[in-house]
């Protein structure tokens, strides 16, 4: 039998011993509640079990290993010393005594695969890769560092990993991870990092492993207060959903901003000033004038009724109990707590020294008692409610904004028709994060052990304070390109906006070796790079494919057609960008060819200077214009430039840069975003000049 035989018939075994663990988690399940000691402890292991039975259950099929291990007779193998393992998604258990069959990848010995070469081996003898082809175990790969064989990046069988077509949501890399990148997915809890990553450097991916390590290695921490993954828009987040599964972790949040909020749907949109102005950190200091400036003097003293008795607190005694609390500087519903906590303390001690007897029931009516002083000196409020006072009134928001807003930057803000109340308003989304933050003022947010933030170069002074009050006593993973920032408030620099994130001290990583982008499409972003007002180093493709052309056509509709056409003639995924305007007509057009041309029957035509003979239309899929379309499993999405942050496709046409760029303030970083989207093949067709940066029409 051969070796690969061997690995095939190992390979099999593994399978078996898989399903053997989710028989004996299901079995578990049903006799768990009979063997636990009492009732708690059934509740408990119950849970457990289910959720080892769930996650077995949810297990995606998949090879069983990618990798193996055998380590040498040298001291430097340790307690590792003529032992093989075998690398895995998870971890699949050998028989009693014995070791697993498969260890999981972020398993503390699976570090030496990552980091192990032949300069320092760390005991590992071979290295060996597997191939994989639809399940199938197709071949393997070895590196024999103790002969100081190293294949560097990692070989052939990681190579063409890397650049396999890509149909559907993303993959996850443990197979190729990097030695730079496993640092990053291993940094230790309490560490907040922030990853400056290229196109296609792997930040997303090296984000969601992180969260898939964490809880590996803190589970028990983390099960409590939880990890939570955030996403620039939904089809971001269909696109990666699949990743955590699949490493074996299903109890992640993944969510973005909006949803995150989740307070109150936008049904109103903010001008290019207001949104800029709501998007200050200003804001935050208006909003908490506004909240405390609710906070009244007392007006006299508080006097109550005790049986035939009546306690009296004092004008003095008052103010000075709402001063000490508004010293403290606890949220204001936790002030507005304590303050009438102190005055019913008072009034007890008064009614002790009186013989009182104070139980819950007296606690209770005094407190009632109190309540309408409570409510003239600090009073209830809704976050809502102080954001449409702002909003609304003149008078309020002058005196919350006096010396932090200009008169003009009021006036943009300023509602020009004041709803009655609060709850007939139609707010907008940058009102949403408003409402947010003096509900944080109010009463602080449950907050999660590890947040991972995607697309972070993005966010907004005012949308980092939303992530800082729920990351206040956790740590962060910032993932981001500068020069993909694309909103008017982007950032520039990524110490500022980490100090608005609360994490001033994390450390900033560059990662710069792009493993999907291929070298043609990274030196013509990197040219575009040179234009960009950011400081961030250019990106060093991997890969030596890709193709680039630059077409001028003389009707875009129809050579966006012809290019997609052309595009099906090879495997993977195929996406047409364009600027929002130019979607729906483009959609229309591929979708009414889809009609036109008989399925089975070749549609001929193609970019221009190419053959005839080229596959039938039928292959398209999904070309209804919907924003975000990004159907995992079409292997065509036609989509607006808005919508393409954070997705890849093997084939990219980019319909007019032009419009692109002039569509936005920061037009030139977004046609950036949307040509790095491209992982094998990128068609740029044009009928107007093009932006300063691009080579001369032609395949370049």
Aim: some cysteine; overall charge neutral; hydrophobic content about 40%.
């Amino acid at each position: 039998m051969s070796e690969l035989d061997e690995e095939k018939v190992y390979a099999a075994r593994c399978g078996a011993a898989l399903r053997a663990m989710l028989d004996g988690a299901r079995l578990n399940v049903i006799v768990g509640e009979q063997v636990a000691g009492d009732r708690y402890s059934a509740e408990r292991l119950g849970r457990h079990l289910k959720s080892l039975a769930k996650e077995l259950a949810e297990e995606p099929g998949g090879p069983p290993f990618f990798g193996r291990m055998d380590f040498g007779t040298g001291t430097d193998a340790g307690d590792h010393r003529g032992r093989r393992y075998y690398m895995g998604r998870r971890h699949i258990s050998g028989g009693v005594g014995e070791q697993p069959m498969v260890i999981d990848w972020r398993a503390p010995v699976a570090r030496s695969f990552y980091r192990a070469g032949a300069r320092a081996p760390q005991g590992l003898a071979v290295r060996r890769r597997f191939g994989w082809a639809e399940n199938e175990l197709t071949g393997y790969e070895d590196e024999h560092l103790d002969r100081g064989e190293d294949e560097g990046a990692g070989g052939r069988i990681v190579a063409a990993e890397i650049e396999r077509p890509h149909v559907g949501p993303m993959r996850d890399i443990v197979a190729t991870i990097q030695p730079e990148q496993d640092d990053l997915v291993r940094a230790g809890l309490e560490e907040s990092i922030c990853v400056q990553g290229a196109p296609g450097t792997g930040k997303t991916a090296v984000g969601l492993h992180r969260a898939a390590y964490l809880l590996y290695a803190h589970r028990q921490r983390l099960s409590r207060t939880g990890v939570l993954v955030l996403g620039p828009n939904p089809a971001f987040l269909h696109y990666i959903s699949a990743v955590l599964p699949v490493l074996g972790e299903v109890d992640v949040e993944q969510t973005t901003m909006e949803r995150l909020l989740g307070r109150s749907p936008a049904r109103a949109e903010d001008g290019d000033a207001a949104a800029a102005v709501k998007h200050d950190v200003r804001m935050a200091t208006v909003l908490r004038r506004a909240l405390y400036g609710r906070v009244r003097k007392p007006a006299g003293p508080v006097s109550v009724a005790d049986g035939s008795a009546r306690l009296r607190v004092s004008e003095e005694e008052l103010r000075r109990i709402v001063d000490d609390t508004r010293r403290e500087a606890t949220p204001y519903a936790v002030g507005r707590e304590r303050v009438l906590s102190r005055i019913v303390s008072v009034l007890g001690r008064q009614a002790e020294a009186r013989g009182q007897n104070l139980n819950a029931v007296w606690t209770r009516r005094m407190s009632r008692a109190a309540t309408p002083f409570l409510d003239a000196v600090w009073p209830a409020v809704r976050p809502e409610e102080v954001v449409a006072e702002v909003l609304g009134d003149p008078a309020v928001l002058a005196r919350a904004a006096e010396g932090v807003l200009t008169p003009d930057e009021q006036a943009a803000i300023r509602w020009a028709s004041p709803p009655r109340t609060f709850k007939s308003a139609r707010w907008s989304a940058a009102d949403a994060v408003l409402i947010d933050e003096v509900a944080g003022l109010l009463r602080r947010p449950e907050g999660y052990g590890h947040v991972i933030l995607d697309e972070a170069q993005d966010l907004s002074a005012m949308q980092c304070r939303v992530i800082a009050r729920r990351s206040e006593y956790g740590s962060i993973t910032v993932l981001g390109d500068l020069a993909q920032g694309t909103t008017p408030w982007a950032a520039r620099d990524w110490r500022h906006l980490l100090a608005h994130l609360g994490k001033p001290e994390a450390s900033v990583i560059a990662l710069t070796t792009g493993f999907r982008v291929p070298g043609a499409v990274a030196r013509l972003a990197n040219r575009l790079l040179d234009m960009l007002e950011v400081d961030v180093p250019p990106t060093r493709s991997f890969r030596g494919d890709g193709r680039l052309r630059v077409t001028r056509v003389p009707d875009l509709t129809e050579a966006t057609v012809a290019a997609v056409r052309d595009a099906l003639r090879h495997d993977g995924s195929i996406a047409v960008i364009a600027d929002a305007a130019a979607v729906g007509v483009l959609a229309t057009a591929l979708a009414e060819e889809l009609d036109r041309v008989p399925r089975g029957e070749p549609a001929g035509g193609g970019v221009p200077g190419e053959s005839s003979g080229l596959p039938d239309l039928s292959e398209l899929a999904d070309l209804s214009g919907r924003s975000g379309a990004a159907d995992g499993h079409a292997r065509v999405t036609v989509l607006p430039a808005s919508l393409a942050k954070g997705l890849e496709y093997d084939h990219v046409i980019v319909a007019e840069p032009a419009d692109i760029v002039e569509a936005e303030k920061r037009g030139l970083n977004r046609l950036y975003v949307v040509l790095t989207r491209a992982v094998s093949r990128l068609d740029v067709l044009h009928s107007r000049p093009l932006p300063a940066g691009f080579p001369p029409s032609a395949d370049a």
